[in-house]
T-cell receptor
Framework: DTGVSQDPRHKITKRGQNVTFRCDPI?????LYWYRQTLGQGPEFLTY????????KSRLLSDRFSAERPKGSFSTLEIQRTEQGDSAMYLC???????????????FGPGTRLLVL | AQTVTQSQPEMSVQEAETVTLSCTYD???????LFWYKQPPSRQMILVIR??????QNATENRFSVNFQKAAKSFSLKISDSQLGDTAMYFC????????????FGTGTRLQVFP
């Protein structure tokens, strides 16, 4: 079990540029979540996938944000036309969700810290 | 709306002592799940302990235990025999949607363990 990995760990970009982050979940996990954490706050839910299907998106996820999980394995989160308010830590988590049972523990990656200048 | 409140931004404790972190939440649902996550300075979030609301018995994991008061909507974390490695941000979280399991977090409590 290699854990959840995220790439890059740090990203500095200029306002208006596009950025893309990648998350590799634990291999047997069918659920993948994206959260955003700003300084001094707890993580906030952005979106989640079950296999390749994106099942829920938070209203925090503006039209500039798009997430994909094309083959039900890794996921990408793209932010277009970045703004300074997008500066945050972007966390990915994964879990194994058996239907009809209690929620499984979400395992988090180390996060990607984004700074928009 | 579902909310989680952690009223202690910072706490400190001496090594080997016991400390309790507070958490309250608000929901009108009856079935939900509560969690404490730890985020050390390296920033990777890890689960400390979880509690199913339908279980009356308080969860324990080694030195970590919870005091779950469903009527009061309170979910505190007790750390016994504190260790230097317990220094971290601690987040209380809950989920009530079995279908999505998305976590709703509090703002966190920064715990410093002193030698």
């Amino acid at each position: 079990d290699t854990g959840v990995s995220q790439d890059p760990r740090h990203k500095i970009t200029k306002r208006g540029q596009n950025v893309t982050f990648r998350c590799d979940p634990i291999s047997e996990h069918n659920r993948l979540y994206w959260y955003r954490q700003t300084l001094g706050q707890g993580p906030e839910f952005l979106t989640y996938f079950q296999n390749e299907a994106q099942l829920e998106k938070s209203r925090l996820l503006s039209d500039r944000f798009s997430a994909e999980r094309p083959k039900g394995s890794f996921s990408t989160l793209e932010i277009q036309r970045t703004e300074q308010g997008d500066s945050a830590m972007y966390l990915c988590a994964s879990s194994r969700h058996p239907t009809g049972e209690d929620p499984e523990t979400q395992y988090f990656g180390p996060g990607t810290r984004l700074l928009v200048l | 709306a579902q909310t989680v409140t952690q009223s202690q931004p910072e706490m400190s404790v001496q090594e080997a002592e016991t400390v309790t972190l507070s958490c309250t939440y608000d929901t009108s649902e009856n079935n939900y799940y509560l969690f404490w996550y730890k985020q050390p300075p390296s920033r990777q979030m890890i689960l400390v302990i979880r509690q199913e609301a339908y279980k009356q018995q308080n969860a324990t994991e080694n030195r970590f235990s919870v005091n779950f008061q469903k009527a009061a909507k309170s979910f505190s974390l007790k750390i016994s025999d504190s260790q230097l490695g317990d220094t971290a941000m601690y987040f209380c979280a809950f989920t009530l949607e079995v279908l999505s399991d998305k976590l709703i977090f509090g703002t966190g409590t920064r715990l410093q363990v002193f030698p």
